[in-house]
């Protein structure tokens, strides 16, 4: 019965061809089954970023006054400081992490451009707020950072971050 004469004859070929060529109902319905489901999930995906994009609009509206405000005393206050000060100074405003990488790009490469343009890099400075700008200028200009603050923004702005931010600037 199972000696060495009887040869083995391939009975599923039929199937494996027809896995391998033209899918079949089932696995038809099974992909349609499963880009629905990734297409909700998209969906629902847009829906959350939509409504943190819209509190993140809210709360910067809020607080558009007391950036006014802040800026209009320091235009009129009279600050002298013993120490030489760098003539010019950039502050990067990215996350510290996130899917919005367009944004951090083009605040990277806006002052990566100017920065290019300029002949002599000594009086010039990058304070950097984020995670993301910090990656960007350490490749570039690691010797303009002047500070790196990290963890500021993760929940609504509050007057205490630009306060952090504002004597940084000032110190």
């Known amino acids: 019965m199972f000696g060495r004469g009887s040869q083995l004859i391939p009975v599923v070929t ?11 109902l089932k696995a038809i319905g ?12 998209t969906q629902s995906m847009k829906m ?5 994009f819209a509190r993140a609009e809210r709360d910067l509206k809020a607080a558009r006054p007391l950036g006014s405000a802040a800026q209009a005393f320091y235009e009129q206050a009279e600050i002298s400081s013993d120490k030489e000060a760098p003539k010019e100074l950039y ?28 002949a002599n890099l000594d009086n010039v400075k990058v304070i950097c707020v984020g995670d993301k700008s910090r990656a960007f200028f350490q490749r570039f200009f690691k010797d303009q950072i ?12 509050q ?3 630009a306060s952090k931010i504002a004597n940084a600037v000032l110190n």
């Open 14 to 24: 039929l199937q494996c061809q027809q896995q391998r060529g033209m899918a079949n």
């Open 30 to 41: 099974l992909r349609l089954k499963s880009v629905k489901n990734i297409q909700k999930i």
């Open 48 to 52: 959350v970023s939509a409504a943190k």
């Open 91 to 118: 502050i990067a405003m990215t996350s510290d992490r996130g899917l919005a990488g367009a944004v951090h790009s083009s605040v990277g490469k806006a002052i990566r451009s100017e920065l290019q343009e300029k």
């Open 146 to 157: 002047l500070m790196v603050g990290s963890e500021i923004g993760r929940l609504p702005p």
């Open 159 to 161: 007057f205490g971050d």
